[in-house]
């Protein structure tokens, strides 16, 4: 149990730190489709910096400056300029992916065996890490795990707990009537959309920085589109999300394991699992969870149009 | 709650990107076509622009890259013969997001459609390898159809039925098909020589006949243009295109005016399965010869790429999936000649597509000023 839990608690980072970057946008309206190409993305900037610099934290920082440029570019387009969010995010993921490749090419080139780095450090917390079954996976941790934890909270905080939080989803909720009482819409969608696009190319950074040492392409495996399932399942709410993210965490780690597991069915039907499983659970997300009644939807202050 | 709340997020607020733009001040048909193609001429030029600065920049040498991607399909019947070869996958691929977009649906799943057309023709082509192709060849065609449109219509049953959005569940059907294939490829009809996850090669009458001196372009070329005219025909002429056009352009006034909306856009997404699925099939009666894994190679993003570019018009759409295919072959060369990386050509698309986008906002304006 404590080893299953040590395989989840990793991949439980990548999708709740990937699906608070995507929450945090959608909450102001934006729907963000761009992250399974800003997550390759972050992962081979993460992995280049972190290879040419040698340090693990300098490629997690870039990465996510990587990934806030992205999302400038897909706010500017979609507020500014008011594209069809979907479509422009189509094509930065397109370009993202593309990017990924090019870089690790053009900075790596092709070698027989690629390149390695080594993973982050993990950090003991005494006493606490000293409890059964749950103290080795919960703290003894590298520090993007405590990161993702404080970041949960404080996204819970300020959603749920504060004012400002408050008038940040009204621009989501109700645009027009969030304007009418002086909140900037554009900037809200400006800043959220940035800094959610940077955490996902941090996600994104964290496979070659945690896990492999290594950037393949692909690897993300279609882990980005899970994570918009993640968004909507979890109701776009921060802490529901965390507990979301645990479940796709555990079917993630299931599909990996398919090969050890065995229980006489072909192992490519037990790598479904995370997919068919999300299939599963979002008929009844889409029945029950909300979301932000104005996401996917430009604003046009001038438009007489409610919204 | 209301049902408004329900729905899955249609992007965008004024319908999808797919409606052309309205023709104004009654001006000429010259002008007129001069507003659709010039955009698109300036986004090529300008993507080429800013893909020419960055291989530059990257210390190759752009002008030698770039003649390469351009040339290559036209410097040789082998050019000419594999770019037709790509064209047929990329051009099933967009109608395949193209159909359901115009009832307002995306259709992120070509990719597994292919695949499982591909299996779907492969499974017929090897079982019954020993019949003659001219009832092996159309049996496995229509296999292939029916697997890409049986796969898409998963996606169907969860929109209509579950409201599941349909983005989410075509795309996680592609991982599920990758899985799929895998064990069809190394458990169901194993090919241990290839090498390669693949399966046995189809019989000999489940070949496309092969069409002038070698290298032989594949017939499926030319069913692919019959059928390019029949969708285009189809859409703009007929009762059902009519109606998928309204959806798209306003569901609530096409679902007053009793429309099945719902219904529309769930065989909007099965017609464009059957569609991928037909590509599948084709890459292995006419490419292949066998299913294997990778062969759906990046036709899904391709699709995509030129569905929005083609913006609604079923005859576009086929002529953008040849210039895309002639930029994919020309990729390769690229690579080797200049030895630029194959990606780039993807983010020269990536940029043709935004500035396309872009060139909207900057021909309302200069529509506004004039």
Request: aromatic share 10%; net charge neutral; with cysteine.
């Amino acid at each position: 149990m404590s080893e299953f839990l040590t395989l989840v608690v990793p991949m439980w980072v990548v999708f709740t730190l990937a699906a608070q970057g995507t929450i945090l946008s959608g909450r102001t309206g934006v729907f963000n489709v761009t992250q399974e190409g800003v997550m390759a993305l972050g992962a081979s900037v993460g992995f280049v910096v972190a290879y040419k610099m040698g340090s693990n934290l300098g490629g997690l920082l870039i990465a996510f400056a990587v990934g806030a440029l992205v999302g400038l570019i897909l706010t500017v387009m979609t507020t500014q300029l008011r594209l069809d969010q979907f479509v422009v995010g189509l094509a930065l993921f397109f370009a993202a992916t593309g990017a990924a490749g090019l870089l690790y090419r053009e900075v790596i080139g092709v070698t027989m065996t690629p390149p390695k780095i080594d993973t982050l450090t993990k950090h003991e917390i005494p006493l606490l890490s000293d409890i059964p079954v749950i103290g080795e996976p919960l703290f003894r941790q590298d520090y993007v795990f405590f990161f993702v934890v404080l970041l949960s909270v404080g996204l819970y905080w300020f959603m749920q707990r504060t004012g400002a939080g408050l008038n940040f989803r009204s621009v989501g909720e109700n645009p027009k009537a969030a304007d009418s009482l002086g909140i900037n819409v554009n900037l809200a969608r400006t800043w959220s959309t940035i800094v959610g696009s940077g955490l996902v190319a941090v996600a994104g950074a964290y496979f070659p920085l945690h896990f492999t040492g290594i950037y393949t392409d692909g690897m993300i495996a279609g882990r980005g589109w899970l994570v918009i399932a993640l968004a909507f399942l979890g109701g776009w709410r921060p802490l529901y999300v965390v507990a979301g993210a645990a479940f796709f965490a555990g079917m993630d780690v299931l599909g990996q394991k398919a090969q050890v597991i065995g229980l006489g069915v072909p192992h490519q039907f037990i790598e479904m699992l995370p997919y068919v499983a999300t299939l599963l659970v979002m008929v009844f997300a889409f029945r029950w969870a909300r979301q932000p009644a104005h996401l996917g939807s430009n604003y046009d202050r001038e438009s007489r149009l409610a919204g | 709650m209301s049902t408004v709340e329900q729905t899955p997020p249609t992007p965008g607020s004024g319908g999808p990107p797919s409606a052309p733009a309205p023709r104004e001040h009654g001006s000429g048909a010259v002008t007129g076509v001069a507003w659709t193609v010039l955009p698109y001429v300036a986004s090529v030029v300008l993507a080429f622009l800013v893909g020419g600065l960055l291989i530059q920049a990257m210390g190759y040498s752009a002008v030698d890259a770039l003649e390469a991607v351009l040339t290559s399909s036209f410097d040789s019947r082998f050019g000419m013969v594999e770019t037709l070869h790509k064209w047929v996958p990329i051009v099933l691929c967009a109608y395949a997001f193209a159909i359901p977009l115009a009832t307002g649906k995306f259709n992120i799943g070509a990719e597994g459609q292919l695949l499982l057309g591909a299996t779907g023709g492969a499974a017929i082509g090897i079982t019954f390898s020993d019949l003659p192709a001219i009832l092996l060849l159309p049996a496995m065609l229509v296999a292939g159809v029916l697997a890409g449109a049986l796969w898409a219509g998963i996606a169907a049953v969860l929109l209509v039925r579950f409201r599941v959005n349909e983005v989410l569940s075509t795309v996680l059907l592609n991982f599920v098909s990758f899985r799929l294939i895998d064990w069809v490829a190394t458990s169901v009809w194993p090919d241990a020589g290839a090498g390669h996850p693949a399966t046995t090669p189809v019989g000999d009458g489940a070949r496309l006949p092969l069409i002038g001196e070698a290298p032989g372009l594949h017939s499926g070329v030319l069913l692919v243009l019959a059928l390019a005219v029949f969708i285009a025909v189809g859409m703009r002429f007929t009762p059902t295109g009519f109606e998928m056009r309204a959806v798209g352009d306003n569901p609530r006034a096409s679902l007053i005016n009793g429309v099945k909306t719902s219904r529309l856009a769930g065989a909007g997404l099965v017609i464009g399965g059957g569609a991928a699925g037909l590509a599948g099939a084709i890459d292995v009666a006419g490419v292949q010869g066998r299913m294997l894994e990778g062969m759906q190679s990046n036709f899904l993003i391709l699709g995509i790429i030129v569905g929005l570019m083609a913006r609604g018009s079923m005859l576009a759409l086929p002529f953008i999936a040849f210039g895309i295919a002639v930029l994919e072959f020309g990729a390769g060369t690229m690579q080797l000649v200049a030895s630029v990386p194959v990606e780039m050509v993807l983010v020269i698309e990536a940029l043709i597509l935004l500035f396309l986008l872009l060139s909207d906002i900057v021909r309302n304006r200069l529509r506004g000023a004039a």
